[in-house]
């Protein structure tokens, strides 16, 4: 665009709403530092003077979230990992061979991709538990572990690779899987930087499948702790345990979004590629 | 093993995987959930089958309607909005001369990246009808308290305006990348026939827009539909059932064990939300062409 020089309103208009929007998040971790009293009986104030850890000794002592934190990265690590494995290997196989059924499978995962998760989660709580699998990690990781978007989103990535670089490293000796470690995946290292962020992203903050699949607190993940504490709340309004309540609740919320906001801040780029991946599939 | 044979076997292993999964926790449980719509079952004992009994009920059911209701609700605060400020935005940030684009685009993507529920609890206190931050600002101005999460008025704009924070950014991106693909020789010939930036906007930016938008349209209806976590969490679908959202409304069949009606009521949203994304591709195509 031959765009004139931004005017005064436009940086006045964008930064009040980037300020909205970072707003909240500086208001919950700023609160989450101050001496619980002070959090109801002066919101809007915030005193480095002030800063005080009580609220998170508190929610230590109360809450399980080291349990929590423990958990999610267990998760992570193993459905991230199998994610990244399995998906890239299909999206290869659907962009580089041919193979007869190639396009009615592809076409199931085209479909697959439209399913809401909403629809299964009733008939999967079931089958977990007619498998004994309710309350156990694995039910936490397999299902939803090698997605749809994955696949089609790495498809979209390796069918841009030139033919003749597979077919050189075939000439080289390399077998099928050979070609597809040494050449396929270092090519497509932004991608998967890419699908490792979403990846992550998406399974830190997966909320609707582990409240249903696991109840007892050892296998509670970080997203299904901080909710219990949201409970606490209603039936505690009086006096100085109100306050209390509230700067451990905040001091949990705050914790747990420190994390993602840091890898965001440092790998901004992978992000915003993994976001944009969304809206190839439209 | 010969080379050839390899050759040929080699994308089905790669593909396999991803179907065995995709069998296991994907296609099966959904037939399962078909069969489970036609039956009375409460989780213990005999699954009776029922025929359509389970559909006739919920959509002869007032709460049923009311749970689509409060989500057909929410949709009008938050889409609307969304794509109209989203493209806005996105508009100020695509001038090229642009300074702290940076900056600002990491302001706007920040609530994308916060976990949902940590956001919710966070809204809980915020809007806290006797101590919470925004009625205290409030009263220092002078205004009376209101009752965000209390009162059946606010509930639904309270919750509309944290999906709305939590998911402009990713609007905004999306339509951002939408916009440095429309061409600059389009808007070049424009300002040769001297139409004005806001004319430019209506009858070249938005229609040159359509496929971003749709897109969006689509993504966020779905996500509306099956909004959950944050009734949950923040308002447990009250007061007076004004958040129980279609999404939380399933929920509660399985907390009451009535997992027929659940599944039934499952395959009744999807069918509802298919209709609605197709129904808004159509609309948003039809109007340009």
Sequence with gaps: MNDKRPSLPTYALLGVLALLFLYPIWWAISSSLKPAAEIISDPLGFSLADVTLDGYRAMFADVPIGTGFANTALVLVIKGGMTLFFCPLAGYAFAKYKFPGKDL???????????PTLVLIIPLLLEMSALGWVNTYKALILPGSIDAFSIFWMRQVIAAIPDELLDAGRVDGAGEFGVFRRIVVPV?????????????????????WPVVAVNDEKHQTLQVVLSTLAQNISGNRIGADFATVWSELLAASSIAMIPLLVVFVLLQRHFINGILAGSVKG | MSL?????????????????????????????????????????????????????????????????????????????????????????????KLRLRGL?????????????????????????????????????????DVGWLTSTAWSKPTLALLFLWKTTGFAIIILLAGLQAVPSHVYEAAD?????????????????????????????????????????????????GSTTTAGLYLYDHIT????????????????LVFALSLLSVRLLRARDE
């Design chain 1, 105 to 115: 499978l592809f076409g199931i995962v085209l479909l697959t991709l439209m399913l």
């Design chain 2, 104 to 144: 600002f685009r990491v302001a706007f993507i920040a609530p994308f990246v916060t976990p949902l529920v940590a956001m919710a609890q966070v809204w809980i206190v915020v809007f806290d009808r006797d101590y919470g931050l925004v009625n205290h600002a409030l009263n220092l101005i002078g205004l009376p």
């Design chain 2, 192 to 240: 040769l026939d001297g139409a004005s930036r806001a004319r430019q906007f209506w009858s070249m930016t938005v229609p040159l827009m359509r496929r971003s938008l749709s897109f969006l349209l689509v993504i966020q209806t779905l996500a509306v539909f099956q909004m959950f976590a944050e009734p949950f969490v923040v308002t447990q679908g009250g007061p007076y």
């Design chain 1, 188 to 208: 497509i290292r932004p991608g998967l930087a890419g699908l490792a962020v979403l990846t992550m992203m998406n399974v830190y903050n997966d909320f609707v």
């Design chain 2, 4 to 96: 050839l044979l390899r050759k040929r076997a080699a994308p089905y292993v790669f593909v396999l995987p991803f179907f065995v999964v995709f069998a296991a926790f994907g296609a099966y449980p959904l037939a399962y959930a078909l069969r489970l719509s036609f039956t009375k079952w409460t989780g213990a004992g005999e699954a009776r089958w029922i025929g359509l009994d389970n559909y006739t009920y919920l959509l002869t059911s007032p709460e049923f309607w009311a749970s689509l209701g409060n989500s057909s609700i929410m949709w009008l605060l938050v889409v609307p909005i969304q794509l109209v400020a989203g493209l806005g935005a996105a508009v100020l940030l695509s001038n090229a």
């Design chain 2, 256 to 271: 009451a064990s009535d997992l027929g009606t659940g599944a039934a009521n499952s395959f009744l949203l999807v069918i």
